[in-house]
């Protein structure tokens, strides 16, 4: 059975340049502990999303899941009007593209820089990775988009990750 956080390892296993992590490594860049990381690999290695042996993300079976599935195992769950992280539309890259002139997406954080409508991270450490890697935080904005997006802002971000998995 995934976790979030087997989401959010395999995503940051995906993003070039591919690279050996290591399992410290990996937790101290997601915010978790080395142990969690392990965990992760090893769930996402069995669910067909990394290979065990190399920890090297199977992109076609990460990309089907993220578009397929993460909408339905990881439903947005929206909160009040909050200080926080732009996600989804309202972040790179979409925010380029898309104009919304309502309330924006935003990870609910103390630290944000945005006023908008809060959205449950898929995992709690969201917010602070994403503030110190901009590649991540796009990546996931992307998957925000995918989970809580309007037709058009899905159909973006599955071609943006298509692209940035191919």
């Excluded at 993300?57 to 195992?73: D, I, P, T």
């Amino acid at each position: 059975m995934l976790k979030p956080q087997d989401i959010v390892v395999a995503i940051r296993l995906a993003i070039p340049p591919e690279r050996e992590w290591s399992y410290p490594a990996l937790g101290k860049a997601l915010h978790i502990s080395a142990s969690e990381a392990h965990a992760a690999v090893k769930r996402a290695a069995k669910a067909g999303l990394v290979d065990a042996a190399t920890r090297r993300v199977r992109k076609v079976a990460l990309l089907e899941v993220l578009v397929h599935g993460v909408r339905y195992f990881l439903p947005p769950v929206w909160t009040s009007v909050t200080r926080g992280v732009p996600t989804a539309h309202a972040a790179p890259p979409l925010s380029s593209t898309i104009v919304d002139d309502g309330l924006l997406p935003v990870w609910p954080d103390a630290e944000g820089t945005v006023r908008g409508q809060g959205l449950t991270p898929i995992y709690k450490s969201v917010p602070q990775t994403a503030r110190e890697d901009s590649t991540f935080h796009e990546w996931l904005a992307l998957v925000d988009a995918i989970r809580a997006g309007r037709a058009r802002e899905r159909e973006l971000a599955v071609r943006m990750l298509a692209e940035r998995l191919a």
